[in-house]
């Protein structure tokens, strides 16, 4: 299996704060990258794309990094209403296509 | 719009039992997808179509079998349902065939299965 591999946390960090996640992934011929957001028993949402370049979002940057195979996203100013679990995504184009979803990043933020 | 609806949104079935997960969507999209998300491993697609009138597996076919019926639905079937596969499963779709980049996908609200 093509593997997704984030770091589970969670990450528990204040109201304010800024926080980073990391995925990587194993498959070189990977094109397209995703951030997904999901609440707590409800389904995910697009949060956003990642560009080669990098692309920000408001409080929200994604980066790819292509030579050691991983996505980043960064949030600022962290809000109670970040508290979410985030998915990464990864997709090969063309050919067999089977998107590949990590486990989630588990972010609460606190008062 | 709806987005994308699932029926039912939980489900009780024993060892053995069928029963068909329904799918649907407005927005028009060529393809769609089943997932199951089990706690620790992520969502894991079971099947998808990239158009009507296709179908294929995903990583975790065995045991589910799918019918594309339309452009706008798409039914998983489980014929007889085991334990293991007590999950939620996720229906969702995408404008656009699968392998193009930046696809987005758009997900259901989830059916919450139990198994017994």
């Known amino acids: 299996r093509k593997e997704v591999e984030q770091d589970p946390g969670p990450f528990n960090v204040p109201e304010g704060a800024t926080v980073a996640f990391n995925c990587t992934y194993s498959?070189?011929?990977?094109?397209?990258f995703f951030w997904y957001r999901q609440d707590c028993r409800k389904e995910p949402k697009l949060l956003m794309s990642?560009?080669?370049s990098g692309n920000e979002d408001g409080r929200f940057t994604a980066q790819l990094n292509r030579a050691s195979q991983y996505i980043s996203l960064l949030i600022r100013d962290s809000k109670l209403s970040d508290s979410a679990t985030y998915l990464c995504?990864?997709?090969?184009?063309?050919?067999?296509?089977?998107?590949?979803f990590g486990r989630g990043t588990s972010l609460i933020v606190h008062p | 719009n709806a987005g994308v609806t699932q029926t039912p949104k939980f489900q009780v079935l024993k060892t053995g039992q069928s029963m068909t997960l329904q799918c649907a969507q407005d927005?028009?999209?060529?393809?769609m997808y089943w997932y199951r998300q089990d706690p620790g491993m992520g969502l894991r697609l079971i099947y998808y179509?990239?158009?009507?009138?296709?179908?294929d597996k995903g990583e975790v076919p065995n045991g589910y079998n799918v019918s594309r019926l339309n452009k706008r639905e798409f039914s998983l079937r489980l014929e007889s349902a085991a334990p293991s596969q007590t999950s939620v499963y996720f229906c969702?779709?995408?404008?656009?065939?699968?392998?193009?980049?930046?696809?987005?996908?758009?997900f259901g609200p989830g059916t919450r299965l139990l198994v017994l």
């Open positions: 498959n070189s011929a990977s094109q397209s």
């Open positions: 990642v560009y080669s």
């Open positions: 927005m028009n999209h060529n393809s």
């Open positions: 969702a779709s995408s404008e656009r065939s699968p392998g193009l980049a930046g696809e987005t996908q758009y």
């Open positions: 995504v990864v997709n090969e184009s063309g050919g067999s296509y089977i998107p590949t």
């Open positions: 179509s990239a158009s009507e009138g296709t179908t």
